[in-house]
């Protein structure tokens, strides 16, 4: 089982709807990442996170915009999406960043469906 | 940019079977870290390898860091229905723009036939 929790499991949104995914972690890791992954793909990193400040943007669409309300809370807020977003959107979170044995730990992930 | 390239693509074994996935990095890594990701499901963490040279096993899982530390494998042995999934590795660079930086490679689709 995960420590890192991710809610919901499913959406399916409208390309004109607002929507917000959302991940929790209480293992009192300082860095929180999202990532995008597509079918037989490996995971591609969105944002990271570090101390609560936004450390890396992947050049992500501004149709992706992140928050991180606190060190344990990370969101993801959806707007305007286009059908090829739709994925499987993964939380994940590490101790620190910087440490060079710095484990990431995933969430279930989100699957996201765009119509 | 850093990559990491991860063969093969796809592989099939019969149950009892060996099966090994490569990776390769084109720049040196501070460590390489594996993972494994069930059809449906979220990468799993299975294991981090620091040092040059390092070997690491886990039951049927052995897992060999390169000495120059830009190449890493995963190897099973006798394979088992619940091996199926992909595998994954990611590197993490070891300095300049890469510092820091998870790198996955495309992944190792394992099926094994009972």
């Known amino acids: 089982d995960t420590e890192v929790t991710q809610t919901p499991k499913h959406l399916v949104m409208g390309m004109t709807n607002k929507k917000s995914l959302k991940c929790e972690q209480h293992?009192?890791?300082?860095?929180m990442y999202w990532y995008k992954q597509k079918a037989k793909k490996p995971p591609e990193l969105m944002f990271v996170y570090s101390y609560e400040k936004l450390s890396i943007n992947e050049s992500v669409p501004s149709r992706f915009s992140p928050e991180c309300p606190n060190s344990s809370l990370l969101n993801l807020h959806l707007h305007a999406l286009q059908p090829e977003d739709s994925a499987l959107y993964l939380c994940a979170s590490s101790q620190d960043r910087g440490l060079v044995r710095n484990t990431i730990y995933f969430g279930e992930g989100s699957w996201l469906t765009v119509v | 940019g850093q990559q990491v390239m991860q063969i093969p693509q796809y592989q099939h074994v019969q149950e009892g079977e060996d099966f090994t996935t490569y990776c390769n990095s084109s720049?040196?890594?501070?460590?390489i870290q594996w993972y494994k990701q069930r059809p449906g499901g979220h990468p799993v963490f299975l294991i981090q390898l620091v040092k040059s040279g390092e070997v690491k096993k886990q039951k049927r899982l052995t897992f060999q860091f390169g000495e120059a530390k830009k190449n890493s494998s995963l190897h099973i042995t006798a394979t088992q229905t619940t091996d199926v999934g992909t595998y994954f590795c990611a590197g993490r660079g070891a300095g300049g723009t890469s510092y820091g930086k998870l790198t996955f490679g495309q992944g190792t689709i394992l099926t094994v036939h009972p």
């Open positions: 293992m009192g890791h300082r860095a």
């Open positions: 720049t040196t890594l501070s460590n």
